[in-house]
């Protein structure tokens, strides 16, 4: 395995924004030579970004035989839009590299948790927007996500907001930003297919923040696979004891968010969907 750590930072970037590359070696053994890689956003409320959501995770997937990564992106007293181009500029490299580094460039899917779903899910968004091609000095082929995992997101900056991530995320600019970063309102052909997992319990981010999201994806007909589990509440990351602290987790019904988001990422590179 390649270990790469990347410097992805902007002008509006903390010093510590980086990209860490888990890149599986390529093996003439195994008749594998391009692989999905899936970049993990931890969450943290924009305020850090949670070790419980970021290495163990990309692990995971690993395990399953993709290339993984894990975005350290800026949070407070960054703002919007650092971390977004973060993520981008994180896509646009992986893409440019992807022959070298044996991974399928047309399946980069992009994995959020918490405020780092919002971060995710923004990307998703906005990727294709002038103003986040000419940031990024890219064309847009070059910043197309190709698939969007969130682990009970933030997405509405309305009632059911969780309203220090906004406030994190925009700062001083909270009253004037904050619907155009609601992202349920932002949902269009661009968004590429989608795998959504929450739980009723929830009492930090409502289980209305991906239902708003879910229902906006039906309507714009992207490919959408949702599990609402009664259980657990928020930041449960993988919900076993590997990621156990007060007050996230374990709980086991909502642990099998990851083998169906396995079977979700196999339909799709043998070809089912």
Known sequence: MR???LDI?????????SLYLYLLDDSKSINIHERPIVIVCPGGGYSYTSDREAEIVAMQFL????????????VAPAVFPAAVLELGEAVKRIRQNSEEWC?????????????????AAGYCMFWDKEWMMERLGAQ????RPD???????????????????????LGKDYESKKQEVSLEYCVGQQVPRTFIWHTYEDASVPVQNSLLLVNELVKQHIPTEFHMFEKGGHGLSLANRLTNSI???????A?????????WMENWVVGNV
């Open 3 to 5: 270990y790469i750590t």
């Open 63 to 74: 395990a399953m035989g993709y290339h993984a990564a894990v975005l350290r992106y800026s």
């Open 103 to 119: 991974i399928d460039a047309h399946k980069i899917v992009v994995a959020g948790f918490s405020a780092g779903g919002h971060m």
């Open 255 to 263: 642990e099998v968010w990851m083998p169906l988001v396995h079977q």
């Open 247 to 253: 007050g996230h987790g374990p709980e086991r019904a």
């Open 140 to 143: 847009k082929e070059e910043l």
């Open 9 to 17: 930072k902007n002008n509006e970037s903390m010093d510590y924004a």
């Open 147 to 169: 698939g969007m995992i969130l682990g009970y997101p933030v997405i509405t900056s309305g009632e059911y907001a969780h309203r220090d991530s906004f406030h994190n995320l």
